[in-house]
């Protein structure tokens, strides 16, 4: 069927000019030093500027991206090939609690910025267990909740930290305290929004279950707007892994083996 006889021609022709007047736009906020800049980072292979020591975000940074998930997880692949692009925008915002002299600033910043975007991924750190910044600010920005949700990054630093990297998963121990620990975030943060949070755990640093925090953000996105998400559907769990972890003997074996027994059988 030629193009022009094709109605989804047209109304494909109608869904990219929506997506290129308004792209899917992703913020992220939360308090300082939890991973925000990082987990961008991590998420579309961006170099936002992050911080060891100092907060480093001092404005909001809204990035337009063109993103090309690969299937396969290998990043040598020609630049030029036909993959698909999705373009979407993401925001990245100064962390509050920074200083009591910027917070009033800040606030105002993220009440003038939050609404242009469908989704808002709040972040916070998994060490930190002291929830009650988070919640006064969330309390001042009441009007966005309903399209928030929650990350708990840095779960790689969960005690006992004894991480098992050569599988790129938390150990057993940790485990039991990530799931203690999603759940008191929860409902801590259920008390101040009035219902029950998406609240998801992963590390930036290791690329751990970004897929899931990913699928959260696009689920998150209201009913209106979710239909230009789904061209971000088509990635990879392997496109959020670090290069690192993918280049690992294991974890190539693992690769392997997997394609063996999911190879349809003759
Ligand atoms: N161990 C660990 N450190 C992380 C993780 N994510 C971010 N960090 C570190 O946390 C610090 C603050 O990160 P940054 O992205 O600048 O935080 P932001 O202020 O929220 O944007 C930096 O030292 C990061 O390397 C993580 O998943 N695990
Ligand atoms: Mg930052």
């Given at each position: 069927m030629s193009e022009q006889q094709d109605p989804r021609a047209e109304i494909l022709a109608a869904l990219r000019e929506e997506v290129e007047n308004r792209p899917p736009r992703i913020g992220v906020i939360g308090v300082s030093g939890t991973g925000k800049s990082s987990t961008i980072n991590t998420l579309f292979r961006t170099d936002l500027a992050t911080s060891d020591?100092?907060?480093?975000?001092?404005e909001f940074e809204d990035v337009a991206l063109s993103v090309r998930f690969n299937a396969d997880g290998d990043t040598g692949a020609d630049p030029g090939d036909d993959r698909p692009h999705v373009r979407l925008r993401v925001v990245d915002a100064p962390g509050l609690g920074e200083d009591v002299a910027l917070d009033g600033a800040y606030l105002d910043l993220y009440r003038k910025n939050l609404?242009?975007?469908?989704v808002v991924l709040w972040v916070t750190a998994?060490?930190?267990?002291?929830i009650a910044l988070d919640q006064m600010y969330l309390e001042q920005l009441r009007e966005f909740h309903d399209r928030m949700v929650f990350g708990v990054n840095q779960?790689?630093?969960?005690?006992?930290?004894?991480?098992r990297p050569a599988y790129n998963v938390p150990s057993r121990a940790q485990e039991d305290n990530i799931k203690e620990i999603e759940a008191d975030r929860a409902a801590h943060l259920a008390a101040v929004l009035g219902r029950d949070p998406v609240v998801i755990g992963y590390s930036s640093r290791r690329g751990y279950r970004m897929e899931h925090l990913f699928k959260a953000i696009l689920d998150a996105c209201p009913e209106d707007r979710r239909w230009i998400y789904?061209?971000?559907?088509?990635?990879?769990?392997?496109?959020?892994?670090?290069l690192e972890t993918r280049n690992k003997p294991i974890f190539r074996a693992t690769q392997r083996l997997a394609k063996i027994l999911n190879a349809p059988k003759h």
């Amino acid at each position: 069927m030629s193009e022009q006889q094709d109605p989804r021609a047209e109304i494909l022709a109608a869904l990219r000019e929506e997506v290129e007047n308004r792209p899917p736009r992703i913020g992220v906020i939360g308090v300082s030093g939890t991973g925000k800049s990082s987990t961008i980072n991590t998420l579309f292979r961006t170099d936002l500027a992050t911080s060891d020591t100092v907060a480093q975000t001092k404005e909001f940074e809204d990035v337009a991206l063109s993103v090309r998930f690969n299937a396969d997880g290998d990043t040598g692949a020609d630049p030029g090939d036909d993959r698909p692009h999705v373009r979407l925008r993401v925001v990245d915002a100064p962390g509050l609690g920074e200083d009591v002299a910027l917070d009033g600033a800040y606030l105002d910043l993220y009440r003038k910025n939050l609404p242009a975007c469908d989704v808002v991924l709040w972040v916070t750190a998994a060490r930190n267990r002291a929830i009650a910044l988070d919640q006064m600010y969330l309390e001042q920005l009441r009007e966005f909740h309903d399209r928030m949700v929650f990350g708990v990054n840095q779960l790689d630093l969960v005690e006992p930290m004894d991480w098992r990297p050569a599988y790129n998963v938390p150990s057993r121990a940790q485990e039991d305290n990530i799931k203690e620990i999603e759940a008191d975030r929860a409902a801590h943060l259920a008390a101040v929004l009035g219902r029950d949070p998406v609240v998801i755990g992963y590390s930036s640093r290791r690329g751990y279950r970004m897929e899931h925090l990913f699928k959260a953000i696009l689920d998150a996105c209201p009913e209106d707007r979710r239909w230009i998400y789904a061209g971000l559907k088509n990635f990879s769990h392997l496109d959020f892994l670090p290069l690192e972890t993918r280049n690992k003997p294991i974890f190539r074996a693992t690769q392997r083996l997997a394609k063996i027994l999911n190879a349809p059988k003759h």
